[in-house]
């Protein structure tokens, strides 16, 4: 029943910006930190974000440092990215996952325990 679903992906313009979705169901989202990666075909799959449980202490990597914003609604079982000021290299697919509270934010894939399946952000001129 545990299911993590992506959304928001799509095309935009260098210096456009979208906002990505992370829809929670088969757990209570307030007892996890959710942390965004992001990966590129034949390359790692990095970490964009990451907030944990209360939200009150955000992480994010330093190529979208300024640009991207992480959030969280634990009453709805959900999480955002806003990604404002897109490069082309930003263009990849996005995930969310979580990691259980106690241990709050990670910055490696193998941190996390619960994944959703991606959504594609394309930047292109």
């Known amino acids: 029943q545990l299911q993590l679903v992506e959304s928001g992906g799509g095309l935009a313009q260098p210096g456009g910006s979208l906002r990505l979705s992370c829809a929670v169901s088969g757990l209570i989202l307030e007892h996890y930190a959710i942390g965004w990666f992001r990966q590129v075909p034949g390359q790692y799959r990095e970490i964009v974000s990451c907030?944990?449980?209360?939200?009150?202490?955000?992480n994010y990597a330093d190529s979208v440092k300024g640009r991207f914003t992480v959030s969280r609604d634990n009453p709805k079982n959900t999480a955002a990215l806003q990604m404002n000021n897109l490069k082309p290299e930003d263009t990849a697919v996005y995930y969310c996952?979580?990691?259980?509270?106690?241990?709050?934010?990670?910055?490696?894939?193998?941190?996390?325990?619960?994944w959703g399946q991606g959504t594609q952000v394309t930047v292109s001129s």
């Open positions: 907030i944990d449980s209360t939200g009150s202490i955000t």
């Open positions: 996952a979580t990691r259980l509270r106690h241990l709050g934010c990670g910055w490696f894939e193998y941190d996390f325990d619960h």
